[in-house]
């Protein structure tokens, strides 16, 4: 073929490119909006996604039952080192706990739900740090000097203070070692880069061993190849159980649903029951201020402090503070400035809901 009819048989292709691009263009454009759409409120949606009649019970269930078999053998994997990372389709927390309840029973079991929309992955590491430390005392030939050299708060060190002491806390029997379960390592409360950091140098603690559970089509992009077979040192395992996520998705916000105040309640009051009672009263003063004035940006946080502590609620501003950084992240207690440029702490919540909210906290 000579250059000439190349260069104009090319150019044949992009003239009839670009007069597609024009046909396609003159068409009339639709005019409709996202705004548009009727939006369903979020507890009627859930209530009908809860009618929903489930098929096939007995099956999964005896699938689920099927993975019993393998539990022994899961049992060694995690006694040579290696972490368990299942996979496959439908949600393996009810296969997870089992495992844990009937085969780890002579560990220690740390369970992360991972499917929250947030994690105190410090507050993961201090239990982590405690339980270690009881496997080091129980230790005989452990000298009383050394306990006493180790022997501190772990409330006041850092993260990498927590894991540099599960890094240097040894126990003398190979098989003793406290187990992380983790339902969804790959959920929105733990799938950002730093957060997957911190878990990967948690599994590679020589005590420490993770059993975890990934759904997300990407979920293998969190890690690289040394997080992967050395940090984590996954062994897979292919068990699809075909379960619905109903524990999972309780926390997700749904399609085409807008929130409503009776399931801020419920998952405010779910969150909150798990909390210690002092940190429910700190949240009742916050609360009690909130609904008292309105029409106020917050509540200064020295006045928070100052009421507390005159309640016996705390007992010095970094308690309060670790009682803060928990509301915060479990998105209960937001900061904003008034018009003072002051810093004050409100409840992202309607007066309405927070009022129910008290109404339960007080039961």
Same mark, same amino acid.
């Given at each position: 073929?000579?250059?000439?009819?190349?260069?104009?048989?090319?150019?044949?292709?992009s003239r009839n490119y670009f007069l597609s691009k024009e046909i396609g263009n003159s068409g009339?454009?639709?005019a409709h909006k996202l705004s548009d759409i009727d939006l369903v409120d979020e507890q009627e949606?859930?209530?009908?996604?809860?009618?929903?009649?489930?098929?096939?019970?007995?099956?999964?269930?005896?699938?689920?039952?099927?993975?019993?078999?393998l539990y022994q053998e899961w049992v060694l994997e995690l006694r040579c080192g290696f972490g368990?990372?299942?996979?496959?389709?439908?949600?393996?927390?009810?296969?997870?706990?089992?495992?844990?309840?009937?085969?780890?029973?002579?560990?220690?079991?740390?369970?992360?739900?991972?499917?929250?929309?947030?994690?105190?992955?410090?507050?993961?590491?201090?239990?982590?740090?405690?339980?270690?430390?009881?496997?080091?005392?129980?230790?005989?030939?452990?000298?009383?000097?050394?306990?006493?050299?180790?022997?501190?708060?772990?409330?006041?060190?850092?993260?990498?203070?927590?894991?540099?002491?599960?890094?240097?806390?040894?126990?003398?029997?190979?098989?003793?070692?406290?187990?992380?379960?983790?339902?969804? +390592?790959?959920?929105?409360?733990?799938?950002?880069?730093?957060?997957?950091?911190?878990?990967?140098?948690?599994?590679?603690?020589?005590?420490?061993?993770?059993?975890?559970?990934?759904?997300?089509?990407?979920?293998?992009?969190?890690?690289?190849?040394?997080?992967?077979?050395?940090?984590?040192?996954?062994?897979?395992?292919?068990?699809?159980?075909?379960?619905?996520?109903?524990?999972?998705?309780?926390?997700?916000?749904?399609?085409?649903?807008?929130?409503?105040?009776?399931?801020?309640?419920?998952?405010?009051? +779910?969150?909150?029951?798990?909390?210690?009672?002092?940190?429910?009263?700190?949240?009742?003063?916050?609360?009690?201020?909130?609904?008292?004035?309105?029409?106020?940006?917050?509540?200064?946080?020295?006045?928070?402090?100052? +009421?507390?502590?005159?309640?016996?609620?705390?007992?010095?501003?970094?308690?309060?503070?670790?009682?803060?950084?928990?509301?915060?992240?479990?998105?209960?207690?937001?900061?904003?400035?008034?018009?003072?440029?002051?810093?004050?702490?409100?409840?992202? +919540?309607?007066?309405?809901?927070?009022?129910?909210?008290?109404?339960?906290?007080?039961?």
């Open positions: 073929m000579e250059p000439n009819e190349i260069e104009e048989e090319e150019f044949g292709f009339k454009k639709s949606l859930r209530d009908a996604v809860a009618k929903i009649e489930q098929k096939h019970e007995k099956e999964i269930d005896d699938l689920i039952k099927s993975y019993k078999c368990l990372l299942m996979y496959g389709f439908g949600s393996k927390r009810t296969l997870l706990e089992d495992f844990a309840s009937s085969a780890l029973t002579e560990y220690s079991v740390i369970v992360i739900n991972g499917y929250l929309q947030s994690i105190n992955l410090k507050q993961v590491l201090i239990t982590l740090a405690e339980l270690m430390w009881d496997l080091v005392k129980t230790q005989t030939n452990t000298s009383s000097g050394t306990l006493r050299k180790h022997q501190q708060p772990f409330t006041t060190q850092s993260m990498d203070d927590l894991i540099a002491f599960l890094n240097t806390s040894h126990v003398e029997d190979d098989d003793s070692f406290v187990c992380v379960v983790v339902h969804n +390592i790959d959920g929105p409360g733990l799938r950002d880069p730093e957060t997957q950091q911190y878990l990967s140098r948690i599994a590679a603690c020589p005590n420490i061993r993770i059993v975890a559970s990934i759904d997300h089509v990407n979920a293998l992009l969190l890690w690289d190849k040394k997080m992967v077979h050395t940090q984590f040192n996954w062994y897979w395992h292919h068990v699809p159980t075909f379960a619905p996520y109903k524990v999972e998705t309780t926390f997700m916000p749904l399609i085409l649903a807008q929130g409503s105040s009776s399931q801020s309640v419920k998952t405010a009051s +779910i969150v909150l029951q798990s909390l210690t009672p002092n940190a429910q009263s700190v949240f009742k003063v916050l609360a009690e201020h909130q609904l008292a004035h309105p029409d106020e940006e917050g509540m200064p946080t020295n006045n928070l402090y100052a +009421i507390c502590r005159e309640r016996f609620l705390v007992s010095s501003q970094v308690t309060l503070n670790s009682h803060l950084t928990e509301f915060k992240d479990h998105e209960l207690v937001k900061t904003r400035r008034d018009s003072d440029g002051q810093d004050c702490l409100y409840i992202p +919540i309607p007066n309405e809901a927070l009022q129910k909210i008290m109404q339960e906290l007080s039961q």
